[in-house]
């Protein structure tokens, strides 16, 4: 039956690369994708899928459905369409939109004859305010058995590990004065702010080495000679799992509110973007979609990657069972975020890779509509995790 799978993307192989193409010479940034969300949704709908937008209360996510004739799990493939400013889709989120949308549009045409169902989910705004976060809160993955999204890379990697993050702002209210004529009169917020970064900067030593802290300073004063009366730093904070991250982030917050009684300023303490939890890869799922990507591509058996950094991703995987691989160029050492893994993307190689993840998406898709010792054995494992 995989065969047939196979046939199916050879019909639409073109569509996807044309999609794909759109997108990365027409980039929108994050909660402002309208035309992406439209090319994606009207080519989901000529497919027979039925399309719902604004999930969330945001304007560019959608769910689409496509409800088979018999009953049986629900996949989910996730698709992400937003750029980054100034290089476009450096980080191919063209490609992780239409292989996702490829995936399911295939699976589609098996649906009725296997059972089951499956869903592309629109998830706007990943590089920025991550639109996975408030859907993993507020029910949409209550009814999906599984969660899919691969993403391009210089190379194959099977899904891994993400940290926890934590986006917070620390903003201190002091009092303007003359800083030469009447410094005592005045309290200084920038102050408040440098011992921040000096009590951070001594907590570093004291937590365990995948903790990550980094920050800036936004706004901290306006004149040398006026004693600044507003200061803001903003940092992210990241952990392995949630649980240490809080225990982290309840210590900063402890060094915020010191920095501020040593110079009498006041604080106020907030989330600057949506946090994100730590990505808990289903390993059965992942074996399997490693092994299809395998047969897919012809390549070697998939590497683990280490990862440092956070996506919202991670807050889909406590829900439901889920995976985030890497699909690879066949480019070692392209970094992602620039212009030149932005234009890999419309590249043969960047077609080719568009195939094979769609291709892999929909085989492990299938296999999890067919195989129900596999299902269970990922349902088991999350329901131990």
Do not use: W
Request: aromatic fraction near 8%; hydrophobic fraction near 40%.
């Amino acid at each position: 039956m995989k065969d047939e799978l196979t046939k199916e993307l050879d019909y639409i192989k073109q569509d996807l690369q044309k999609m794909s193409d759109h997108l990365y010479y027409n980039p929108e940034l994050g909660d402002q994708e309208f035309e992406s969300m439209k090319l994606l949704i009207n080519y989901l709908e000529k497919q027979g899928f039925q399309v719902e937008t604004g999930l969330v209360g945001r304007t560019t996510a959608f769910k689409a459905t496509y409800e088979g004739e018999k009953p049986g799990p629900k996949i989910a493939y996730l698709a992400e369409y937003d750029a980054l400013p100034g290089v476009g889709h450096g980080c191919g989120h063209n490609l992780i939109g239409t292989m996702s949308v490829g995936a399911a549009v295939i699976l589609s045409k098996q649906i009725d004859h296997i059972g089951g169902s499956v869903v592309v989910l629109g998830t706007p705004a990943e590089e920025t305010n991550g639109a996975k976060v408030p859907m993993s809160d507020e029910g949409i993955f209550s009814d999906i058995d599984a969660a899919m999204i691969v993403h391009p890379s210089d190379l194959s990697y099977s899904s891994g590990d993400s940290l926890a993050m934590d986006a917070i702002q620390f903003a201190y209210s002091g009092k303007a004065s003359h800083a030469a004529a009447s410094p005592e009169k005045g309290i200084n917020a920038l102050d408040s702010v440098i011992q921040l970064f000096n009590g951070i900067n001594a907590l570093r030593e004291h937590v365990t080495s995948d903790v990550r802290i980094h920050g800036i300073i936004s706004e901290g004063g306006q004149a040398a000679n006026v004693v600044p009366d507003s200061a803001v730093a903003q940092f992210y904070v990241r952990a392995k799992e949630r649980d240490y991250l809080n225990e982290v982030v309840e210590k900063i917050h402890n060094i915020a509110k010191g920095a501020a009684l040593m110079t009498g300023a006041t604080l106020e303490i907030s989330n600057y973007e949506l946090s994100y939890d730590n990505m808990i890869t289903n390993k059965a799922l992942s074996d399997a979609f490693n092994k299809n990507l395998q047969q897919v591509s012809e390549g070697p058996a998939l590497p683990a990657k280490q990862s440092y950094g956070s996506i919202d991703m991670g807050n889909v995987s406590q829900v439901v069972p889920a995976i985030h691989p890497y699909i690879g160029f066949g480019e070692e050492g392209l970094i992602a975020h620039t212009q030149d893994f932005a234009d890999k993307t419309i590249t043969e190689e960047g077609h080719q890779t568009l195939a094979n993840g769609a291709l892999s998406l929909a085989f492990t898709g299938y296999d999890l509509l067919t195989d129900k010792a596999l299902y269970q054995s990922m349902q088991q494992e999350f329901k131990g995790k």
